[in-house]
């Protein structure tokens, strides 16, 4: 069965950093895509970073580029996303998603 546990949410203030991590179980995880996901209340969940299986390419969208970054450690089925400089705009339930299955989520609050 595919489970994936996000962790490392919490409350930062803007300017500040924070670093999620996804970890994998039930599949083999470095043979997929992972991809990290966030969403609030009444908006569409977007997707935010993906990290593929070949040479670890990587994508982000417009919003988070040269801010976050994705990375994987397949020895440990864990992938992570390294937030800095993070703005109230990015607060958010973020998820992780591989295999078409999401983690929980965790929460991430961006306040002052």
């Known amino acids: 069965q595919v489970h994936l546990v996000e962790s490392g949410g919490g409350l930062v203030q803007p300017g500040g950093s924070l670093r999620l991590s996804c970890t994998g179980s039930?599949?083999?995880?470095?043979?997929?895509?992972v991809h990290w996901y966030r969403q609030t209340s009444g908006k569409e969940r977007e997707r935010v970073a993906s990290?593929?299986?070949?040479?670890?390419?990587?994508n982000y969208v417009d919003s988070v580029k040269g801010r976050f970054t994705i990375s994987r450690d397949n020895a440990k089925n864990t992938a992570y996303l390294q937030m800095n400089n993070l703005k109230s705009e990015d607060s958010a339930v973020y998820y992780c998603k591989a295999v078409g299955v999401y983690g929980q989520g965790t929460q991430v609050t961006v306040s002052s």
């Open positions: 990290i593929d299986t070949v040479n670890d390419n990587t």
């Open positions: 039930g599949f083999t995880f470095s043979s997929y895509v």
